[in-house]
């Protein structure tokens, strides 16, 4: 099985820069998932911004839902993966799943399963949202709640996990 390492933080907080960095430690190619769709202009000036800070070493998995389906012959040979973001992975699955959380727990719940098929090391981006105040409207909370309850599932099955704030990476497990 993948030695699963979850980095999480909030916002702009050097998460994914922290977890480029670690991948990239790995010999050989490297593989970037991102679940990020282009939705409009500033998406995709965004992620344009984020591929130009990869190097040739990079190899480029699109894939916004169906990561067990894709990413098992995608990272075979690869050195390391990256998958950023967790946080936009389970919104999509949200949506695809008609705002079901039971649904997106189970996607989550078989992704952690299907790394059993993984020799790389994956490295896993989310975004920690619930420090804040409670939100106004349902699927805000219902959000809210599920990234929770989806980064604390990673994290159990991490073999290491980390927080990261003002480009500071603290070890939690």
Same mark, same amino acid.
């Given at each position: ?62 894939? /916004?839902?169906?990561?067990?389906? &894709? +990413?098992?012959?995608?990272? =075979? #040979?690869?050195?390391?993966?990256? $998958? ?50 409670? /939100?106004?409207?349902?699927?805000? &909370? +219902?959000?809210?709640?599920? =990234? #929770?309850?989806?980064?604390?599932? $990673? ?19």
């Amino acid at each position: 099985m993948a030695e699963l390492i979850l980095i999480t933080g909030g916002t702009r907080s050097g998460k994914s820069a922290f977890a480029q960095r670690c991948a990239e430690a790995h010999a050989g190619s490297l593989l970037y998932v991102a679940t990020a769709t282009i939705a409009d202009s500033e998406m995709a000036a965004r992620i344009f911004r984020h591929q130009q800070v990869r190097g040739e070493r990079w190899n480029l998995l699109e894939e /916004p839902c169906d990561l067990c389906g &894709r +990413l098992p012959a995608a990272a =075979a #040979g690869q050195g390391a993966i990256l $998958l950023d973001c967790v946080t936009l992975w389970i919104t999509n699955l949200l949506f695809a799943h008609n705002e079901e959380p039971t649904a997106v727990l189970a996607e989550v719940r078989r992704f952690i399963a299907c790394l059993a098929a993984i020799d790389a090391p994956v490295y896993l981006v989310s975004n920690e949202v619930g420090g804040g105040i409670v /939100p106004e409207n349902r699927l805000a &909370r +219902l959000f809210r709640d599920l =990234a #929770g309850e989806v980064n604390q599932e $990673l994290a159990a099955a991490a073999n290491s996990a980390w927080l990261v704030v003002a480009g500071l990476p603290l070890r939690l497990k």
